[in-house]
C-alpha cells in the first residue's frame, strides 16, 4: 500500500497552461505539504496544511494554489505556467512532531 | 531563521571505505535534524532523525548521526560504503517542537567507487 501518492508522475505542459497536480495520503497524517525540488536538487517548502490551516511560504507565487477536499488530499493547482516552474513537486504528510512522509514525486516539465 | 550547509556537493568512496556526509546547521531554538536519502528518480526517505534524546542517532541502512550543539554538525557517517549506497543525501532542520516545516540542505551527491 502506498502512503503517499501523487499522480501524475510526469507532467509535460506549454506555458501559460494550468495544471494540477494530485496528493493522497493514507496515513491518517493531520499536516500535508508541498515540496519543490529544482534543477539543483534544491528541495523548499511551498505549503504546509494542517485542519484548513494553510501556512504559505511567502515566496511561492500566487499562481500556486493548494486544495484541501479532505483531510487524506493535498491538490496543487498551478495557474499561467511558467518555464522556471519546471521541477520535481513532492507531497508529504505528517503527524505533529513526526518527520514528514513524503510521496514519489511529480515531473513537471514547462515548454 | 534555521538553514543547513551540507559540505561538499560530491562525495565519491571506495567500497568499503568510510562515508562521512557534512552538514551544519542554524537554529535560534533547539533543532529537530534529518537526514533523508534520495535514490535516483525516487522520493525521500528518511534515514534518521535527532529530537532531542540520544545524540548518537542510528538509522537504516547502517547509517548513524551525531549531534554535536558546540559546533552545530549533524554528520552523517557508515563504517563501510556499499554500491547500493549511491544516492543524493538531504540535511534537513526544523524548530521547535514539532517536524513541521523542513528546510533542507543544497544536497551531497554520493557515488561509490567498486
Known amino acids: 500500500d502506498t502512503a503517499v501518492s501523487q499522480t501524475p508522475k510526469y507532467l509535460v505542459t506549454q506555458m501559460g497552461n494550468d495544471k494540477s497536480i494530485k496528493c493522497e495520503q493514507n496515513?491518517?497524517?493531520?499536516?500535508m505539504y508541498w515540496y519543490k525540488q529544482d534543477s539543483k536538487k534544491f528541495l523548499k517548502i511551498m505549503f504546509s496544511y494542517n485542519n484548513k490551516e494553510l501556512i504559505i511560504n511567502e515566496t511561492v507565487p500566487n499562481r500556486f494554489s493548494p486544495k484541501s477536499p479532505d483531510k487524506a488530499h493535498l491538490n496543487l493547482h498551478i495557474n499561467s505556467l511558467e518555464l522556471g516552474d519546471s521541477a520535481v513537486y513532492f507531497c508529504?504528510?505528517?503527524?505533529?512532531?513526526?518527520?514528514?512522509?513524503f510521496g514519489p514525486g511529480t515531473r513537471l516539465t514547462v515548454t | 531563521a534555521q538553514s543547513v550547509t551540507q559540505l561538499g556537493s560530491h562525495v565519491s568512496v571506495s567500497e568499503g571505505a568510510l562515508v562521512l556526509l557534512r552538514c551544519n546547521y542554524s537554529?535560534?531554538?533547539?533543532?529537530?535534524l534529518f537526514w533523508y536519502v534520495q535514490y535516483p528518480n525516487q522520493g525521500l526517505q528518511l534515514l534518521l532523525k535527532?529530537?532531542?534524546?540520544?545524540?548518537l542517532v542510528k538509522g537504516i541502512n547502517g547509517f548513524e548521526a551525531e549531534f554535536k550543539k558546540s559546533e552545530t554538525s549533524f554528520h552523517l557517517t557508515k563504517p563501510s560504503a556499499h554500491m547500493s549506497d549511491a544516492a543524493e543525501y538531504f540535511c534537513a532542520v526544523s524548530e521547535g517542537t514539532g517536524a513541521n516545516n523542513l528546510f533542507f540542505g543544497t544536497g551531497t551527491r554520493l557515488t561509490v567507487i567498486p
Open positions: 537554529s535560534s531554538v533547539p533543532p529537530y
Open positions: 535527532y529530537t532531542s534524546a540520544a545524540t
Open positions: 496515513l491518517g497524517h493531520d499536516t
Open positions: 508529504a504528510s505528517s503527524q505533529p512532531g513526526s518527520s514528514p512522509y
